[in-house]
């Protein structure tokens, strides 16, 4: 009823993330006047994006309306996240996956972004030193910690893995149980044993493969893009 959707709109424009998330999804069920709220509370909120603006956009993008779509292609043709780049480097095909909650190829692309910003040589070995990642520029690590975030309500980022490794007093082994990386003596296998979907444990994603050690990821959750 109409005021069953002015109310959830009254809601959505000032509630919590925790509480816009599901109103977002109820307005998406409503059909065309649901989603023209979502379409007002991305224009209004685009300024700083949020999982709640993140989670409105991909509801508009796959709600397959000729209408929305063009409003998205007009407004937001790189999404809600500016792609921004010290080093020349296109993020679009990650936000691209995000959107599309293709989780696992976007994990791929956020190593791949990983080995294109350390260079030449990490390209073709095709993983990374840490002392690599201690020169990554704090706005490409922003800018694929906020991909990750924006559009996975809240739940996945390397900021996100970061909190919860402070909040564990930097313990790994701690924190690979936390994050479902690992389960008593056994590493969780890649690419199967992983979970691709919003189900996952806040911090699943994106992966660091430990086969080499800790030293990569340590150097990514200590560097100085998350204290600025
Ligand atoms: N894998 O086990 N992993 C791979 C993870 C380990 C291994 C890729 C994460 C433990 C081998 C990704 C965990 C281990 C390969 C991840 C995990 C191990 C591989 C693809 C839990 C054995 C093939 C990208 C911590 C005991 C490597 C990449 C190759 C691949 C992620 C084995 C994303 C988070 C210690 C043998 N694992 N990895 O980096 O060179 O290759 O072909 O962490």
Redesign the pocket.
């Known amino acids: 009823s109409p005021d069953q959707l002015t109310e959830l709109q009254e809601k959505l424009f000032s509630e919590s993330l925790k509480k816009q998330l599901p109103i977002i999804s109820e307005l998406a069920s409503f059909g065309e006047v649901g989603l023209e709220v979502l379409r007002q509370f991305l224009e209004q909120e685009s300024a700083s994006p949020t999982p709640a603006v993140g989670e409105a956009y991909i509801e508009l993008y796959q709600a397959n309306s000729p209408k929305f779509n063009q409003f998205l292609a007009d407004k937001f043709p790189q999404g809600v996240v500016p792609l921004k780049s010290e080093r020349n480097i296109d993020y679009s095909p990650l936000q691209e996956a995000l959107v599309k909650r293709e989780f696992q190829e976007a994990?791929?692309l956020t190593?791949l972004k990983r080995c294109e910003l350390a260079g030449e040589q990490a390209m073709q070995r095709?993983?990374i030193y840490f002392t690599e990642v201690e020169n990554f520029p704090s706005t490409d690590l922003k800018t694929m910690d906020q991909l990750w975030y924006v559009y996975s309500q809240g739940k996945f980022g390397f900021s996100v893995q970061r909190k919860l490794w402070l909040s564990l007093g930097k313990d790994f082994p701690k924190l690979?149980e936390k994050i479902a990386?690992?389960k008593g003596n056994l590493?969780?296998?890649?690419?199967n044993e992983?979970i691709w979907d919003l189900s996952a444990p806040v911090g699943h994603l994106p992966?660091?493969?430990?086969?080499r050690g800790v030293r990569e990821f340590a150097s990514l959750l200590s560097h100085p893009a998350w204290q600025e």
């Open positions: 994990d791929r190593l095709k993983w690979w990386w690992k590493w969780t296998r890649y690419p992983f992966l660091s493969n430990q086969l």
